[in-house]
């Protein structure tokens, strides 16, 4: 069992810069990837960016430039480096962890959720 725990939310004003971090915890056979998404009161769950086992990244448009996510050596944390931050990106943001579980059980696909950390930006 997996067991992810964010940090690192908070107000800042726009413009300013936060780093989240993902806690990673507990056993699983292999990573597929690790990402962020954020949920705005209202609105649906977005993803905002992933890394792969490759280290190949990935961003949603709106924060291209903006955010950068990277991973510790082992997958024990990962983070997301938040820049010029503007209003539009106040949101409760998630870790998410895509594996897979051993040969024994067929490689089959688990993912996993932090509880999320609230990220507000102020105008």
């Known amino acids: 069992q997996v067991q992810l725990v964010e940090s690192g939310g908070g107000l800042v004003q726009a413009g300013g810069s936060l780093r989240l971090s993902c806690a990673v915890s507990?056993?699983?056979?292999?990573?597929?990837?690790m990402g962020w998404y954020r949920q705005a009161p209202g609105k649906q769950r977005e993803l905002v960016a992933t890394i792969t086992s490759g280290d190949s990244t990935n961003y949603t448009d709106s924060v291209k430039g903006r955010f950068t996510i990277s991973r510790d050596n082992a997958w024990n944390t990962v983070y997301l480096q938040m820049g010029s931050l503007k209003p539009e990106d106040t949101a409760v943001y998630y870790c998410?962890?895509?594996?897979?579980?051993?040969?024994?059980?067929?490689?089959?696909?688990?993912?996993?959720w932090g509880q999320g950390t609230q990220v507000t930006v102020s105008s």
């Open positions: 507990g056993s699983i056979f292999g990573i597929n990837a």
């Open positions: 998410n962890l895509k594996g897979r579980r051993s040969p024994t059980y067929n490689y089959r696909i688990m993912e996993y």
